[in-house]
């Protein structure tokens, strides 16, 4: 609800800085004749994949049974920028309740490392500096992310264009019209996004907890439990499905934003925390 709040309040008294989709649409209507030409969507993955077919498949999806797009929206909203206090709030509680139980959980390296790390400390540091780590492993995917999208400068997908009623539709919200096409939560989900679109910022942030709680907040003694399970099986397609399906990405997008995360923690982001933990110790 304080999201909700949050966010259309945004749009209604900030214009000037965070635009609608409709204004959006216009700004960005001379460039959408690019996107055939941007070069990361003509790749050779994309026409063996033939991601170009599905992309349109998905925009063009007409609607899809209220409590479906229910869930879509929540996955599609999860990592709007007003949502990130909730995911703080998340990692610190479930790895307070990790460290209490004092979970035996073989990962990788850099798991062990970091488990024996918070071993010296309290349950509550632990937790805090748990979530410290992650609010780090944001900012790092956050950098990386827009660093991307300034490199690349590639267009979000335009409204649907099947005819005029339905672009109409779209563009002025107007859930209620009589026409097929329909997102109910296309003005949330849409709002507080950059001008550019690859690679996902969205993913790229869900790729970033489904791999942190797995690594660093373990929760059982086997190394896939039912949470991982549920976050890398349903939540991350979940998002990866609503940010197309809303007309926010292309699938090449998604895909560039999961690589993106999956490279950074194989690279630098483990680094991150453990110079982090002996600054903070120190």
Known sequence: IFSYVLTKAVLQYMPFVWHNHRTYTLLMSPHISRHGSEWVYSTSITRRLQLSELNHYIHTIPSVPHPIE???????????????????????????????????????????????????????????????FYCASVLVILAFTELGKASFTTTRPPPPESNDATRSAYENKDNTANCKWNRRYGSLVSSLKSKHSFPSGDCAQAMNLCIFLWQYVPTTDIPISRRDLFMFGLFLPGVVFARIFYLCHYVEDCLGGVVLTSLLHWVCIPSVGTYMFRFVSS
């Open 70 to 132: 229910f869930f879509v929206f929540i996955c599609g909203y999860a990592f709007n920028p007003v949502m990130f206090p909730f995911w703080l709030g998340l990692v610190h509680k479930i790895s307070y309740w990790s460290l209490l139980s004092n979970t035996q959980h073989a990962t990788n390296k850099h798991g062990d490392i970091w488990r024996e790390l918070l071993a010296t400390v309290t349950t509550e540091q632990g937790a805090l500096i748990n979530t410290a």
